[in-house]
């Protein structure tokens, strides 16, 4: 079955810098992948995906980058800002509504 | 705005008890997931629902089954729990292909003893 590696653990940048996740997939069928945060002590909530019919998306400071040859995405999340502080999950699945198959999380920390 | 709903969000057992998590959402999606949270494994994901009447196994099914009598409803159920098994219980809800996107509970905390 699918495996997502996230590469980053943990993240500490400064407020403003820009911070990156990396994540890989392994299933070559996968085609939707998005995004969660998850704010300490809650749930978790989706934040921005991509579609393999695309390399780039960007919803307001959040950038998605996919490379489909290198079975690798990522998240840049620029200007950050204090209520950036949370934990990022990438996910993969074949198609969206199929089940997702999660990394295991990347603490990002914004530090003033 | 998309409600899922769960409850006990706080339980403790003792190994070999039966726990029924239960899951309620009004978002009338067809998709239902239980995922469990460990540190240093992310979410996995352990039964999933295309909707009532059907639950599929997912990549931790072991020790769980699940149940989906209704639309609504998405209960996992632990037979005879273990102390492995103490962990926080996330169940969501999908609308598919539409959007793609889950929409998450506020978490079951389960401590075995």
């Known amino acids: 079955g699918e495996k997502v590696e996230q590469h980053e653990s943990t993240l500490s940048v400064r407020e403003g810098d820009s911070a990156v996740i990396n994540c890989t997939y392994t299933?070559?069928?996968?085609?939707?992948f998005p995004w969660y945060k998850q704010e300490a002590g809650k749930s978790l909530h989706f934040v921005i995906d991509i579609r393999s019919n695309v390399d780039r998306k960007q919803s307001q400071r959040l950038i998605v980058l996919l490379d489909k040859k290198a079975k690798r995405f990522s998240l840049h999340i620029t200007a950050t800002q204090p209520e950036d502080s949370a934990i990022y999950f990438c996910?993969?699945?074949?198609?969206?509504?199929?089940?997702?198959?999660f990394g295991i999380g990347t603490r990002v920390l914004v530090r003033p | 705005e998309a409600a899922v709903t769960q409850s006990p969000r706080n339980k403790v057992a003792v190994t070999g008890g039966k726990v029924t998590l239960s899951c309620n959402q009004t978002n009338n999606h067809n998709n239902m997931y239980w995922y469990r949270q460990d540190t240093g494994h992310g979410l996995r994901l352990i039964h999933y629902?295309?909707?009532?009447?059907?639950?599929e196994k997912g990549d931790i099914p072991d020790g769980y089954k699940a149940s989906r009598p209704s639309q609504e409803n998405f209960s996992l159920i632990l037979e005879l729990a273990t102390p492995s098994q103490t962990s926080v219980y996330f169940c969501a809800s999908g609308d598919g292909a539409n959007t793609g996107q889950l929409y998450f509970g506020e978490g079951s905390k389960l401590t075995v003893l």
């Open positions: 629902s295309y909707g009532a009447g059907s639950t």
């Open positions: 996910a993969a699945s074949r198609s969206a509504g199929n089940k997702l198959t």
């Open positions: 299933d070559t069928a996968s085609s939707y």
